[in-house]
């Protein structure tokens, strides 16, 4: 058992322990195949190595021979075992907000793998990335987590919602009829990726759940637990792409969406979930970074105006007099400090 960050959170293992249950394999032998128990799995910090993760799916798998198990264990698989990533998902306006968001926080529930989500035209395609050697738990585990991902998106566009198209990249099981039944389509195995594709518009129906002041709580506390694992958060990924863009003018919310792989909408949502406006944010950037600039005695008001994106001298003067009230060249009279001489 790993108690530090790393691996698969415990709440995984919970979800596989309560399926195994209901298939009729023994729960209790299966959290002491990794030193764990139910409490302590429960608990909000463990996480399991991937390893033992991996060999838990295997020692199910070799008990109950059932090729169809990981689809089981994915039928009726809640948002709330993604703990405050769920909850932040489950609150948002509508499916493509509810999907990011998983996406965005999905390192709180494991590190060893990543999901990207990816609009392609009229398409939306989950994409699901772990570099390891397709051995018994490992397909079935991934065949569990792109179950999983489609049992959400029924929770929010319907039961009868099917993707277009499955693909995974490790061979057919020895029988493949419940795979059919459980995503409404055959899967087709052996493939480059691992991959789910579905009709983009079934992410705009809302979600049932959706709720403005949860979702800006839910964001928030989510962002702050990536902070703490060293993950900057969206409002440090915006201002730096920011700072990187000022030096050509003062950049649009569209084009700071399009580097963060966003919507200039879905930006917008993110940063008032945070309590952020782009428009402030921008604008506190440009004040903050005119002092630090002024203060160092290599960087001229009129090199301060080019790499902040103004147009003119006279308009940053005008700016700057706003912020601190005095003009620039008296700002810089007054802090700028001397060089190093080495």
């Not at 709440?11 to 394999?25: C, D, M, P």
């Not at 039944?181 to 079934?202: C, H, K, N, Q, W």
């Not at 301060?304 to 940053?316: I, K």
Request: hydrophobic share 45%; with cysteine; aromatic share 10%.
């Amino acid at each position: 058992m790993e108690k530090s960050r790393g691996g698969i959170h415990a709440r995984f293992v919970v979800a596989l322990v309560e399926a195994a249950g209901r298939a009729g394999y023994s729960a209790h032998s299966l959290y002491a195949q990794i030193g764990m128990n139910e409490e302590t799995a429960r608990e909000a910090d463990h996480h399991v190595g991937l390893d033992a993760y991996l060999e838990l799916w295997a020692t199910v798998m070799r008990a109950l021979r059932r090729p169809s198990f990981p689809l089981s264990y994915a039928e009726g698989f809640r948002f709330e075992v993604f703990g405050v990533a769920g909850y932040a998902a489950l609150t948002a306006s509508d499916g493509w907000e509810a999907a990011r968001r998983l996406v965005r926080f999905q390192r709180l529930t494991t590190d060893v793998g990543r999901i990207e989500l990816e609009e392609r035209g009229n398409l939306a395609v989950f994409r699901w990335f772990r570099d390891r050697p397709l051995t018994l738990g490992h397909r079935v585990a991934n065949e569990a987590l792109m179950a999983e991902c489609a049992e959400l998106v029924r929770r929010f566009a319907g039961g009868g919602v099917c993707p277009l198209e499955v693909t995974f990249r490790h061979t057919a099981p020895s029988e493949v009829a419940g795979h059919a039944r459980f995503f409404g389509v055959a899967p087709t195995f052996s493939a480059p990726e691992d991959t789910l594709t579905y009709p983009r518009a079934i992410f705009m129906r809302p979600m049932p759940m959706a709720h403005g002041d949860f979702l800006a709580f839910f964001t928030r506390e989510a962002e702050h637990r990536l902070e703490k694992l060293g993950e900057p958060t969206l409002v440090a990924r915006v201002e730096h792409a920011v700072l990187a863009a000022l030096p050509s003018g003062a950049p649009a919310m569209r084009a700071i969406a399009a580097q963060l792989d966003m919507s200039d909408r879905q930006l917008r949502r993110e940063l008032q979930s945070a309590g952020v406006r782009f428009r402030g944010l921008v604008e506190r950037l440009r004040r903050r970074r005119a002092a630090q600039l002024l203060s160092e005695t290599k960087s001229s008001v009129d090199q301060t105006a080019f790499v902040l994106g103004f147009s003119d001298v006279s308009a940053f003067s005008r700016a700057f007099k706003r912020w601190y009230a005095v003009p620039p060249t008296a700002y810089r009279a007054n802090h700028s400090r001397p060089s190093d001489p080495g």
